[in-house]
């Protein structure tokens, strides 16, 4: 079966600084990785996907994200947070095929921004 | 403009009411889901739909029942709640199948926050 473990419930940094959010899976076949945000009161926007190929991938609003085959990871970067960026971030596996959209996702880190 | 759109944003409602989320999608996809959203838990997925025919109900109580009439409108007719089914409920579009050697990400309305009281 496959998981997703976000390790850090909450998250708070300053504005301006750097910011990594992890994220690790568990999939027994060529895992399909993504980021999703989510504002209070929105649904979900999709930061960045990982399918194939390189493995460090870029998103939207200056996120990028690396995926380790060998840690299973899939951690969610940022070089500098504006406070725009607080909200909950996700990660999600799926796989390809018939498995389209069954995405399974983890628990969610809520990211705060402090001036 | 998500592309999904939720209707209502909010709902309220009692234990012995019927009420229906509505879901609808203008981005030419041809499958839609419903996920629930409850505080501290995952998002758990509920119903899939796949050019109108149901292809996943992962155990959902029967009070919970999904409608696909065509590609772009998805319903929950929701009936004899109970307070503990309160939470966001998110539809979501995708196009199925995806490209080959991808996975078509999943895009998603702003909700129905759902008060069973």
């Not at chain 2, 629930?36 to 109580?61: D, G, H, I, T, W």
């Not at chain 2, 995806?98 to 990400?105: E, F, K, L, V």
């Amino acid at each position: 079966a496959q998981s997703v473990t976000q390790p850090d419930i909450h998250i708070t940094v300053s504005e301006g600084a750097s910011l990594e959010l992890r994220c690790n899976y568990s999939y027994g076949a060529t895992p399909y990785l993504f980021w999703y945000v989510q504002s209070p009161g929105q649904g979900l926007q999709l930061l960045l996907k990982y399918f194939s190929g390189d493995t460090l991938v870029q998103g939207i609003k200056g996120f990028e994200a690396e995926f380790k085959r060998s840690q299973s990871s899939f951690n969610l970067r940022k070089p500098s947070v504006h406070w725009s960026d607080a909200a909950e971030y996700f990660c999600a596996v799926g796989g390809g095929g018939t498995s389209y959209g069954k995405l399974t996702f983890g628990q969610g880190t809520i990211l705060t921004v402090h001036p | 403009e998500t592309g999904v759109t939720q209707t209502p944003r909010h709902l309220v409602m009692g234990m012995t009411n019927k009420k229906s989320l509505k879901c609808e999608q203008h981005l030419g996809h041809n499958a839609m889901y419903w996920y629930k959203q409850s505080a501290k838990k995952p998002l758990e997925l509920m119903f899939v739909y796949s050019l109108e025919e149901r292809v996943e109900n992962n155990s959902v109580p029967s009070r919970f029942s999904p409608e696909c009439p065509n590609s772009s409108h998805l319903f929950l007719h929701l009936h004899t709640l109970q307070p503990e089914d309160s939470a966001l409920y998110l539809c979501a579009s995708s196009q199925d199948p995806p490209p080959r050697g991808t996975n078509s990400p999943l895009h998603f309305g702003n909700g129905t926050r759902l008060t069973v009281t």
